[in-house]
């Protein structure tokens, strides 16, 4: 079967950096997003990596691994308004996209 | 200048009843999507529609019926609602359906209660 495992919820410090781990397992692969979705709100687009490496976008950056099967949102000089769930999903061979659970953010003063 | 729109954000029913969201996107997309997120926060795909046509069908109650009218509009029809049917309804598109970068970009959510 298909699978996207992300921890449920994480604490970080306000100024301080946070990284949330996304490993997948999937029929293919053909890209990787992460999403943020604030408390009843729309997901909203954060990144996409397709390639193995870093992809660096202001405060926030994301990683691949292709061959680990696995994914970190690096996000740095943290903000209260960062507080918020985290979505990591997959593009199958499919083209169909996979999403994990979500990683509640909580920002700390 | 909204992209995805959905209405209504809010619907409050009772057991039993017969409801509908409506879902427009305005940014010349080909393929549209139905997610239903529950209380656990988990987003799961319910339909998948490419240029009016049915793609994806999860494992979704006959109950929901989603209908497409043009390539812009993907409508969600639900009978005879029940409880565990209170969810919040993303409706989302992207622009094409067989790419590899396919950025979804979704509606604000439609919040049901079903009484």
């Known amino acids: 079967g298909q699978n996207i495992d992300q921890p449920t919820e994480m604490t970080a410090t306000e100024g301080a950096i946070v990284q949330i781990n996304c490993t997948y397992q999937?029929?293919?692969?053909?890209?990787l997003f992460w999403y943020q979705q604030h408390a009843g709100e729309a997901p909203t687009f954060l990144s996409y990596n397709v390639l193995d490496g870093l992809e660096e976008k202001g405060r926030f950056s994301s990683f691949l691994s292709r061959s680990k099967g696995y994914s970190y949102l690096l996000l740095k000089e943290l903000q209260m308004k960062d507080s918020a769930s985290y979505l990591c999903a997959v593009v199958d061979s499919n083209y169909q996209l996979i999403w994990g659970a979500g990683t509640k953010l909580i920002i700390k003063p | 200048d909204t992209a995805v729109s959905q209405t209504p954000k809010y619907l409050v029913t009772q057991m039993g009843n017969d409801k509908s969201i409506k879902c427009e996107q305005n940014l010349g997309h080909d393929t549209m999507y139905w997610y239903k997120q529950d209380s656990k926060k988990f987003l799961k795909i319910m339909f998948s529609?490419?240029?009016?046509?049915?793609?994806i069908n999860e494992t979704v109650p006959n109950r929901f019926s989603p209908k497409s009218p043009d390539k812009a509009h993907l409508n969600l029809h639900i009978n005879s609602l029940e409880l565990g049917d209170s969810a919040v309804y993303f409706c989302?598109?992207?622009?094409?359906?067989?790419?590899?970068?396919?950025?979804?970009?979704f509606g604000p959510g439609t919040r049901l209660t079903v009484l």
């Open positions: 989302a598109s992207s622009p094409r359906l067989a790419e590899t970068y396919n950025e979804q970009f």
């Open positions: 529609y490419n240029n009016k046509e049915l793609i």
């Open positions: 999937t029929s293919g692969f053909n890209g």
